[in-house]
């Protein structure tokens, strides 16, 4: 939990995860942005104008949950009023992540949510992203589209921009942004080869039943 955490082993963190997000293509030049919860609630998140593979412990800022600057000499990433709002909406959020995946991103520009109906992994860790309505960056449209899906999901997309994932730790945002990008390269690959199926109702409520997941509200 990220109550245990002490913020210089959060903000080694933050690193190894925007490290991650760069390596595996998921952020482009300075894209994207990372934050964490510390043990007194404030946010611990990244600066505006970085890449995120090669963040430094350093350059993280930390903000109060109203997103005044707290700790740190940088400004911290214009989309931190996002971030703010998924913390308020569910005290078991410790980290959220934002990213621009290539496959991911094209189903947000084209307005389409993912379903993750086609493996029993996908039906078990997240059977559905919503897609978060387009809203104007840095604004509070931003913050009342994403607001809805914090209870019920761990990720949606944001249309026209890209996806954003939240969970109890760093380390479980981040995966969930590892599997939305994953179903929507498979989805993007299984069209391409004209092999789209989801598996059978039968087959999704035995997954379901197995694994004790209550189907999607
Ligand atoms: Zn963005």
Not at 68 to 94: C, F, I, K, N, Q
């Amino acid at each position: 939990m990220a109550e245990d955490r002490d913020e210089a082993g959060l903000r080694a963190e933050v690193c190894q995860i925007g490290r991650a997000l760069w390596q595996r293509g998921m952020v482009a030049a300075n894209d994207g942005n990372i934050s964490a919860r510390l043990p007194d609630g404030t946010i611990l998140c990244t600066p505006t104008g970085v890449s995120k593979g090669f963040l430094t412990p350093e350059m993280l800022t930390v903000v109060g949950r109203d997103g005044a600057v707290v700790r740190g000499s940088r400004r911290p990433s214009t989309e931190v009023r996002m971030h703010l709002r998924v913390y308020a909406e569910d005290p078991a959020v410790g980290a959220v992540v934002h990213a621009h995946p290539v496959h991911a991103t094209a189903f947000a520009i084209k307005g389409e949510p993912l379903v993750g109906l086609m493996m029993p992994e996908s039906v078990v860790a997240m059977p559905e992203v919503p897609l978060a309505p387009y809203a104007t960056p840095s604004t509070h449209e931003v913050p009342d589209s994403v607001a809805p899906f914090v209870g019920t999901h761990t990720a949606c997309l944001l249309e026209h921009h890209g996806a954003l994932t939240w969970g109890p730790d760093l380390m479980m945002a981040y995966l969930a942004m590892e599997r939305l990008e994953y179903t929507a390269q498979l989805t993007t690959i299984v069209r391409a080869i004209g092999g789209e199926r989801g598996l059978s109702t039968d087959r999704i409520a035995e997954v379901r039943r197995i694994f004790g997941i209550a189907a999607p509200r």
